[in-house]
């Protein structure tokens, strides 16, 4: 299997940034999507930011021009830099790895392989 660990998730006032990391460890696959998905109580898990084996990155558009996914591959680590945060990006947000299509890990958040612990992060206004 594949042990996701998030760490830099904290509480900030609206306009400061954070820096998510992923720390990946298991198997490794060659054909996998890798993302950051958010959640708030009572809601659905939705897709941040995702970027496949190829570097193709897609972000929600709720996010665009304010966060940055990226991964060194040699450390296995992932990364989201959000920047300009606004009190409705409050959310738990997950590190996960999907075993294929980052287009099935945005439809099918649920069916993901695997999940990282989660790490809070609050925005004040």
């Known amino acids: 299997g594949v042990q996701l660990v998030e760490s830099g998730g904290g509480s900030v006032k609206a306009g400061g940034s954070l820096r998510l990391s992923c720390v990946a460890s298991?198997?490794?696959?060659?054909?996998?999507?890798m993302g950051w998905f958010r959640q708030t109580p009572g809601q659905e898990r939705e897709g941040v930011a995702t970027?496949?084996?190829?570097?193709?990155?897609t972000y929600a558009d709720s996010v665009k021009g304010r966060f940055t996914i990226s991964q060194d591959n040699a450390e296995r680590t992932l990364y989201l830099q959000m920047n300009t945060l606004k009190p409705e990006d409050t959310a738990m947000y997950y590190c996960?790895?999907?075993?294929?299509?980052?287009?099935?890990?945005?439809?099918?958040?649920?069916?993901?392989?695997?999940w990282g612990q989660g790490t809070q992060v609050t925005v004040s206004s």
């Open positions: 298991g198997n490794t696959y060659s054909f996998a999507c």
């Open positions: 996960a790895e999907e075993i294929g299509r980052c287009d099935h890990a945005w439809s099918n958040p649920n069916d993901i392989n695997y």
């Open positions: 970027i496949d084996s190829r570097g193709q990155i």
